[in-house]
């Protein structure tokens, strides 16, 4: 079985890139931190964003899993429509200019900037700050995101669905490396959704779009 013509790739890591990424994420720890246990960011914005970077990258378990958390942060299920089919007019435009920056950097794979007039003008718009918190959301989660589509090309490889260019050693070190902290993370969601552990493990896998069965 092949990947059907047209359809979306998921962004998987090679053992080099995986390093380079996790090292260029050390310097940006306290800022992390700060995101996401102090607050700096709203939450509502950075699920919002983490949902865009997880479309972009095609990860469906980190799309399932920020869907419903986006949702406990009173996301509402038109804006998480509107983020799938990149509707900018259902948000304010401060909140589109963050999402349209988060994807465009994770699509550029985080290359340098250009310093020019749209980008000062975007950083007005967004504050100095938070321009710079939301490229941090996209960068971590766009670890994530690869990480766990790496966990998942394994499972499509033995189903005879291989991931276009993705490697079968990759594929196994970083099983051996996080498939364990993926399966913590899915026993933590099985007893918030009072489900069954292979039901929630399935449930995310087989997400392809911001649909939720609960």
Known sequence: MSESPGRPVPRTYTLPELFGDLKSLVPRLS?????????????????????????????????????RMAREAGVSDAELAALENMDEHAFDR??????????????ADFAPVADDESQSA????????????????????????????????LPDRRRGNPVPG???????????????????????????????PFAVWRQARGTQSRSDSG
């Open 94 to 107: 401060r909140t589109w200019l963050a999402v349209a920056h988060a994807r465009e950097r994770t699509k």
């Open 31 to 67: 800022s992390l931190w700060s995101i996401w246990v102090g607050g700096r960011l709203p939450r509502a914005l950075r699920e919002r964003v983490v949902v865009s970077v997880a479309q972009v990258n095609v990860c469906r378990m980190c799309e399932h899993a920020h869907t």
């Open 122 to 153: 975007l950083v007005e718009v967004l504050g100095a700050q938070a321009y710079r918190d939301v490229e941090d959301v996209a960068r971590v989660m766009t670890v994530a995101n690869r990480i766990a589509n790496t966990l998942n090309a």
């Open 166 to 196: 993705s490697r079968l050693f990759d594929e196994l070190l970083i099983n051996f490396m996080f498939l364990p902290g993926a399966w913590l993370g899915t026993l933590v969601a099985a007893v918030r959704q009072r489900k069954s």
